[in-house]
């Protein structure tokens, strides 16, 4: 059985701001360590970082290494992946998370591949079993089944999680932790330097779906891009945001950037409003951490009513409508 070391989390960092979703990892980081009674560290690449330890000690972090060097921002794939192999080659961590973003789906599989140590990606749950072995829990065969993924023989074992799907929470806000700082050029070599970034554009996504207390979701059921001009109305009515299922994305009912699910955004709003989506667990993968949930669906046997709270069967034409005047009267 491999030895039993520490819990490692790469935090994906941009103007020295760290990602939400490292955060997030953080926080599971933090209950793994807890569980298997060890450290929990975190890794810093890139430059300009005094500001990193700040934004992460508070959840938990008990080691920080940090690569600092005007070289690795913005993120290039060779560097950090040299870095993480090194690194993790040294330090042998038995877990070792990141996020399921556009970077992390890069550097994962590079850094596992390297290691031959294997990857699951896009978990949704993570836990430790009597064994020790960190369960990595996703959605598999086009989410018609819940996988329970373990490895039991490489080292580390790698999993990454989308932003959204872990809780983040403050440990204590004042914590400080180790700072171990590297000499760059040991760990990477000149070549891995071949590419570096001319230019770089970033459009920022036009919808905050992700942070609004209410969002207003339709799937394929709701008919029309028309009828999702009512999901428009009943969202600015709540002072909420339109949300959709993959098969409203891809009819064209809404944007992908409103997607919501297993290949879209992980939501947990206060109030999930469910207008014709029948709750294909890839759906319910990314918004079942909804506190209260209402779905309008004109059939009662529709899954999603299963896990909702409230359960209006009818048609999105009948029921959106009196949602709405009902709110604007509510809130007057």
């Not at 009515?237 to 992908?256: K, L, W, Y």
């Amino acid at each position: 059985m491999p030895e039993m070391n520490n819990v490692y989390v790469y935090c994906e960092i941009e103007d020295g701001v760290v990602a939400e979703v490292s955060q997030e990892l953080l926080t599971k980081g933090r209950s793994l360590a807890a569980r298997l009674n060890c450290r929990l560290e975190a890794v810093a690449v890139g430059h300009a970082l005094e500001g990193v330890g700040p934004q992460v000690f508070p959840y938990g972090v008990d080691v920080l290494h940090v690569f600092d060097d005007a070289r690795l921002a913005p993120y290039t794939s060779l560097p950090h992946a040299a870095i993480l192999t090194k690194l993790f080659e040294r330090e042998k961590p038995q877990i070792a998370l990141m996020g399921a973003t556009s970077l992390g789906r890069d550097l994962g599989p590079r850094v596992s591949s390297a290691l031959g140590s294997g990857l699951t990606a896009d978990c949704t749950s993570l836990e430790i079993d009597e064994q020790n072995l960190l369960l990595q829990i996703r959605p598999a065969f086009g989410g018609n089944i819940i996988a329970t993924i373990i490895n039991p023989d490489c080292r580390p074992q790698m999993a990454t999680v989308r932003e959204g799907v872990m809780k983040k929470e403050v440990q204590n806000a004042f914590a400080t932790g180790e700072i171990k700082s590297y000499q760059v050029n040991s760990y990477v070599n000149e070549a891995d330097f071949a590419v570096s970034v001319i230019e770089r554009r970033m459009e920022k996504s036009k919808t905050n779906i992700k942070a609004s207390g209410v969002i207003v979701a339709g799937g394929y059921g709701v008919g029309s891009k028309e009828n999702f001009q009512l999901l428009h109305e009943l969202a600015a009515a709540t002072g909420g945001q339109v949300g959709a299922s993959r098969a409203a994305v891809d009819a064209g009912f809404a944007e992908h950037e409103r997607q919501i699910g297993q290949t879209g955004l992980t939501v947990r709003p206060k109030l999930y409003i469910a207008c014709g989506i029948s709750g294909q667990i890839q759906h319910l993968a990314g918004m079942q951490e909804s506190a209260i949930v209402i779905s309008v669906n004109n059939d009662p046997n529709a899954p999603i009513n299963a896990i909702a709270d409230y359960v209006i069967t009818g048609t999105v034409e009948e029921v959106i409508p009196k949602m709405i005047r009902f709110y604007r009267k509510n809130t007057q």
